[in-house]
Nanobody, 113 residues
Framework: QVQLVESGGGLVQAGGSLRLSCAASRSISSMNAMGWYRQAPGKQRELVAVIRSGITNYADSVKGRFTISRDNAKNTVYLQMNSLKSEDTAVYYC????????WGKGTLVTVSS
């Protein structure tokens, strides 16, 4: 089993930045991939960013603004979010692609315009 705990969410003005963290209860180097998803009110959960074997991929809506990274020594994955927009408001979830998949409970990001 894997426990994932997200942190770093909060209220920020449009144009601002936040860094989300996802701490895993076991080594993330054993994961096939780690990712960030988000779910806005009334919308489906969507992929934001994923890192797999050092290769990163992003949703078109966040390319150039968000950066996913990992620190294997800390078993932590990060999502640096810059130039935030009101449409980035959502609950952000960490996902571990391992043994069927594991989700964190999410952290709320609210961007005020």
């Amino acid at each position: 089993q894997v426990q994932l705990v997200e942190s770093g969410g909060g209220l920020v003005q449009a144009g601002g930045s936040l860094r989300l963290s996802c701490a895993a209860s076991r080594s993330i180097s054993s994961m096939n991939a780690m990712g960030w998803y988000r779910q806005a009110p009334g919308k489906q959960r969507e992929l934001v960013a994923v890192i797999r074997s050092g290769i990163t991929n992003y949703a078109d809506s966040v390319k150039g603004r968000f950066t996913i990274s990992r620190d294997n020594a800390k078993n932590t994955v990060y999502l640096q979010m810059n130039s935030l927009k009101s449409e980035d408001t959502a609950v952000y979830y960490c996902y571990a692609d391992f043994a069927g998949g594991y989700w964190g409970k999410g952290t709320l990001v609210t961007v005020s315009s």
